[in-house]
């Protein structure tokens, strides 16, 4: 189909658009499509961009354009590529000239999270979707160009996890390409250190079915530009003026909605509908990227905290920081958390879960994004009424969670440095200054219910109601909270773990003993025997003979 489309030439200039998609080196790609967008007319960019997204993600069943294995210290074309993906680069200026005609683009359902598409069949439309379901052909999405663009970003993801991989790439994470424009996205919509930026246009859609045309690329990915949209008006000027803030909620929304919801949470067992072999398991990769996009929240989140050098008045932008980790990180992640922590096998990708669950749940070492969390000095003493607030507000993060991994480290080999590690980590954490005091608090709220807690602010009081809410929320009306610091059961599991680590250091010290007598053993039958030393010669009992005197 591409060899098809690259014999066609698609404007009066006999530039043809297709043709530099197979060129073997990237700059010339990205040059060719930069000459495209500057002299192409737009009809033939609409029919363009489904394909060039197709061909640079892989969705073709082309190789892609490598974005995972795309070594920063290897490959020569790794400034231009990156340049051409960032906000300020060329595929975001197509994407400013689509946005500017309202164009739509389709994205099959099929490719969404299990979960989405079983509330899209039974009639439930999630809020990111309610005017994005195409209700006469509802296989498919309308997305802008912008949403688009994240949609397939979000999803190579995912994409990468489940196609056939013939060798694991050589590059690291923090080298490739994908990684580096994951920041660059993060820095630039939700910037920690000041107001978000100027957007594309972005109006709202056109009711109605779009106008098909185009290619639909074999597989993954089918995608149409649609018909033109009405704008303008008094309307269209205010929901210009709140672009910056729409983009950064589309992103924030996409990346959760891909990344944390891939399976579906089944309440108080914390289990997938599906069945095992159907379970998603991130990778590690997976799970570091999430926790990157988990850090970088914190430290545009808390750009808002009263005393923060960051702290801008911008009333929107001010409300967005407040309000992303309630709104759209908060309860996907739990129910990815919880479901991780009892099916994720006891290797390395368990280890960067509870890396994540950790990053979340310390949201003060993430205060000032010019230092490394390791030399931020923020503690929960700093500020304690915001980080109490915090606990409260994210309360079974702290309990449930906990209680899950108690039970899990039961199962953890606690005699190998990897088991010992992960138990030494959350140790670490919950034994700051302060935490417990929260923890048993929120508890005490649960008991008692003439107890409150007034967040900082204008936020609502946390009181066991809110509390006792916020647990049916995410686990049903059935769970029942299992206290940590008044349950006689949480105490003897704790108690049965104590005495674990303690028979494993036993069995450390005793194998520590046996090597060492070992070492010693092996050393002493591998030296010389020992021999006797040299004697001096003996006395003579006769004189020598020759020339002695009588």
């Avoid at 394909?51 to 969705?59: Q, S």
């Avoid at 923060?308 to 958390?337: A, E, G």
């Avoid at 205060?367 to 915090?390: G, H, I, Q, V």
């Avoid at 309360?395 to 039970?407: A, K, Q, R, V």
Wanted: glycine letters at 6%; charged letters at 15%; proline letters at 9%.
């Amino acid at each position: 189909m591409l060899a098809a489309l690259q014999g066609k030439a698609t404007s009066p200039t006999h530039l043809n658009p297709y043709s530099g998609l197979s060129n073997p080196r990237f700059t010339a790609r990205c040059s060719h499509i930069q000459s495209c967008i500057d002299l192409l007319p737009l009809k033939d960019l609409h029919e363009f961009f489904p394909h060039l997204l197709a061909n640079v993600f892989g969705y073709d069943h082309s190789q892609g354009w490598q974005l995972r294995g795309f070594n920063a210290k290897l490959h020569s074309d790794f400034p231009t590529l990156l340049n051409f993906f960032s906000p300020d680069g060329h595929i975001f200026r197509l994407m400013g000239k689509l946005e500017s005609t309202n164009s739509l683009y389709e994205f099959p359902i099929s490719c969404l999270p299990t979960p989405t598409q079983l509330s899209l069949t039974e009639g439930h439309v999630p809020h990111l979707y309610h005017d994005k379901v195409d209700h006469i052909s509802p296989t498919k999405l309308h997305l802008t160009a912008f949403e688009y663009y994240i949609f397939h970003f979000a999803y190579y993801l995912i994409f990468q996890q489940t196609k056939p991989q013939p060798a694991p790439t050589a590059t690291p994470l923090q080298d490739c390409i994908y990684s580096h424009l994951l920041d660059v996205y993060l820095n630039h919509f939700l910037p920690p250190l000041g107001t978000l930026p100027p957007a594309l246009m972005m109006t709202s859609k056109q009711q109605g079915s779009p106008h098909h045309h185009g290619y639909t690329p074999p597989g993954y990915i089918s995608c149409h530009p649609g018909e033109l949209r009405a704008g303008g008006g008094t309307e269209a000027h205010a929901e210009e003026r709140e672009a910056p803030l729409v983009q950064a909620e589309v992103l924030v929304q996409v990346l959760v909605e891909f990344w944390l919801n891939q399976n579906k949470y089944n309440g108080r067992h914390g289990d997938i509908l599906a069945q095992a072999q159907n379970r998603f398991v991130p990778n590690e990769e997976h799970l570091l990227l999430t926790r990157r996009l988990v850090r970088h929240v914190h430290y545009f989140t808390n750009g808002s905290a009263s005393g923060s050098p960051y702290n801008f008045l911008n009333p929107l932008t001010d409300d967005f920081r407040r309000s992303i980790i309630p709104t759209f990180i908060h309860k996907r992640l739990y129910y990815f958390l919880r479901y991780s922590f009892r099916h994720l096998p006891l290797d390395n990708t368990f280890r960067y879960v509870l890396e994540l669950w950790l990053t979340y749940i310390q949201p003060w070492r993430y205060t000032d994004p010019l230092r490394p969390s390791s030399e931020n000095k923020e503690s929960l003493e700093s500020l304690p009424r915001r980080w109490k607030a915090f606990v409260l507000d994210n309360f079974p993060f702290y309990s449930t969670l906990l209680t899950e991994i108690i039970g899990r480290s039961f199962q953890m080999d606690l005699t190998s440095d990897p088991g010992i590690v992960l138990l030494y980590r959350v140790t670490k954490v919950f034994t700051q200054p302060g935490l417990m005091d929260y923890i048993n608090y929120g508890e005490c709220l649960l008991v008692d219910s003439d107890l409150s807690y007034s967040s900082p602010g204008n936020t609502p009081a946390v009181d066991a109601c809110s509390l006792k809410a916020l647990f049916m929320e995410l686990d049903g009306p059935l769970f029942t909270y299992q206290p940590l610091l008044q349950d006689n059961n949480t105490l003897s599991a704790v108690q049965l773990l104590v005495e674990k680590v303690q028979e494993a250091r036993a069995m450390l010290s005793s194998r520590l003993n046996s090597s060492e007598n070992l070492r010693l053993s092996q050393q002493q039958s591998s030296s010389p025997p020992h021999s006797l030393p040299s004697l001096p010669p003996p006395l003579h009992s006769t004189p020598p003979t020759g020339g002695g005197s009588q």
